[in-house]
């Protein structure tokens, strides 16, 4: 494997017909080619250089363009600064998690437009937190400065260990979680996403999931990157929007991968009008992931019944499991088979206690199967006394591996309470094996006892 996404970057920036498609609009597509994409990444770094950042700063993101995005995260990537990617400030939890989060940082700086460090502003002066306001002033970088980046930037040689990049919790109360993903855990990871999906540079992938979202940036634009492929990617707000477009492209460019949690797939059917004029071709698709929120086995068989008529075989769709703790992905069901589920009695669902599967009714629940863990990350299930499970057996899903985070920055008391000392991390969900695949039955902390 590579020593670090710097080199793998160097090797793909031969490449001039390979790269990142911006999906902006139904009619306006903008190409980068790898090469471009670090070029101009140089040329960015250039900018946060002269502005003061060095390595082991940490630039906080309020960036709503992927364009801008992939650019800025590829010459912090590139210089040896921290990328902390953050969903842009739209209301106030966004906001307010921006400030919690500013307090974990070292000695950070944000990369920000003059209109929403406004916004940023007038929520600190309604917060009392002027204070902490003035530091990200003095410190800030105006998106609109790096348009046009001339100059080249000093590139920065890190070692496996070192930290990538940070991807911090959802939620804006108490002290928010940033999980360390040192430059070791994302080229672990990605090596196993490609052997288990098989990929080549033949495939091609096509995400609407955000860039500040581990299956988007991770999953969707790193992988791809690190195989040689082409992929493209379309702003989420682009999807709400039209979600039909999704499969436009998907369509258009004959792409092999794509992804979509539950939440996604319920969407597009929910807008889907069967008396409407789609010239949907997906015969190319193999794979769909589906992860990151609960994975409901009707809709998954409804979307795949519903794209069939456009070609989709029904096997593509693939449920998958995976927490930003173990940099993206744990484990995936197998390829070119339909999605399975288990129906069991859903008043035996406590830790420690084994499943009883049954006919499905009114008195069972179903869980969809997650399959196998890929390459290089091994899983076990755990009762409350950290006793292994035996198959059929609800507990503890604990994961360890080098793609698996070694804890959260700055916060060694919460690091210390999801990682033992041999090294497992409990993710906080809850399943059972069966038949050597996993299900996912729940979070812990949802189970009162």
Known sequence: MRESLVEILEERSELTTKGITFIE???????????????????????????????????????????????????????GIIPVPLTIGR????????????????????????????KIKKHAEVNQLNRLFDSMYERRVDVENIQGAGGTGTVYRP???????????????????????????????????????NYTQHDSMLSWMPVTHDMGLIGFHLC?????????????????RRPALWLDKASQYKTTVLCSPNFGCKYL???????????????DVRIIYNGAEPIF????????????????????????????????AVSFSESYTEVASLSIERKKLRIGEPVILRAQDENTVSFVNVGKTI???????????????????????????DNVTSGYYNNPEATKKVISGD??????????????????????KDIFL
């Not at 390459?375 to 409350?384: A, E, G, Q, S, V």
């Open 25 to 79: 609009s139904g009619e306006k597509d903008v190409f980068v080619s790898y090469q471009q994409l670090y070029c101009r990444s140089l040329h960015v770094l250039s900018v946060l250089q002269s502005q003061g950042l060095k390595s082991k700063d940490e630039l906080v993101f309020q960036i709503g363009d992927n364009e801008v995005f992939v650019f800025v995260f590829w010459a912090c990537i590139l210089g």
């Open 91 to 118: 209301n106030e939890d966004h906001r307010q998690k921006l400030f919690n989060i500013w307090k974990v940082l070292n000695n950070p700086y944000i990369i920000i437009s003059v209109e929403d460090l406004h």
């Open 159 to 197: 070692e496996r260990e070192e930290i990538a990049y940070i991807q911090f919790s959802s939620g804006s109360t108490g002290l928010p979680k940033g999980i360390v993903l040192t430059h070791k855990n994302l080229i672990t990871n990605m090596e196993a996403i490609a052997l288990a999906s």
């Open 224 to 240: 791809p990157l690190y195989s040689g492929m082409n992929h493209y990617l379309m702003p989420t707000n682009l999807f709400i």
């Open 269 to 283: 059917l929910k807008q889907y009008r069967p008396g409407n004029d789609y010239s949907w071709d997906l015969s």
């Open 297 to 328: 086995p009707e809709i998954c068989s409804e979307f795949s019944q519903t794209l069939e008529s456009y070609g989709l075989m029904r096997t593509a769709m693939r449920p998958v499991y995976g927490l930003a703790e173990a940099s993206v």
């Open 375 to 401: 390459p290089y990350c091994r899983l076990k299930i755990t009762d409350n006394n950290n006793d292994i499970c035996s198959e059929d057996v609800i507990g503890h899903i604990r994961i360890q591996g």
């Open 423 to 444: 090294g497992w991390l409990d993710t906080g969900d809850l399943g059972f094996i069966h038949d050597r695949c996993l299900y996912i039955t729940g979070r812990s």
